[in-house]
């Protein structure tokens, strides 16, 4: 159909002709963009030519990301609001106070000694393991703060006890 694999994604294809038109694929799901809405309504009427679709109309959830767009700026967000409701939620912190920078450069981690209070580990790494979700798919603001948090020995304190 003329489409072709991206080299920096290979669930990214970009039409070869006219156009630009991309398509996001991911198993049985497929986000179709376009420039103009007729470009739109030809690619998605070819791809329908070719296979069963479900057009689901504009583009608001993918992959549990919601996704909104502003019409008067072209502007789009996409964020994970409920899975990081959920997380917060997870580990007792949904009335924790927002910040703008989501760690304090001055504050440096530092091991922990036996006298300090022990923590569960697998609670630890859940919590670690959920943050890095978020900050790869949506949340790059807050990887570097996840980041100092990975690969260490799991006896260094945070600021958070879990």
């Not at 694929?25 to 739109?40: E, G, K, R």
């Not at 072209?74 to 990081?84: H, L, R, S, V």
């Not at 959920?86 to 580990?91: D, E, K, Q």
């Not at 697998?122 to 990975?150: F, K, M």
């Amino acid at each position: 159909m003329s489409f072709i694999q991206t080299t920096t994604d290979p669930c990214v294809y970009r039409s070869s002709g006219g156009e630009a038109v991309y398509l996001g694929v991911y198993v049985d799901d497929i986000i179709v963009a376009a420039q103009s809405d007729n470009t739109l309504a030809k690619a998605k009427k070819k791809i329908g030519s070719q296979f069963d679709i479900k057009d689901l109309g504009r583009l608001h959830h993918f992959l549990g990301m919601k996704v909104v767009r502003d019409e008067a700026t072209g502007n789009i967000w996409i964020g994970q609001p409920a899975y990081t409701e959920s997380v917060l939620t997870m580990f007792g912190m949904e009335n924790a106070k927002f910040s703008l920078t989501p760690v304090d450069p001055s504050n440096k981690l530092v091991k922990a000694t036996v006298a300090d209070d022990p923590f569960d580990q697998h609670i630890y790494q859940s919590a670690i393991g959920n943050l890095l979700y978020l900050s790869v798919a949506t949340r790059p603001d807050i990887l570097y703060a996840v980041s100092n948090l990975l690969g260490k020995p799991l006896a260094w304190k945070t600021s958070w006890r879990c």
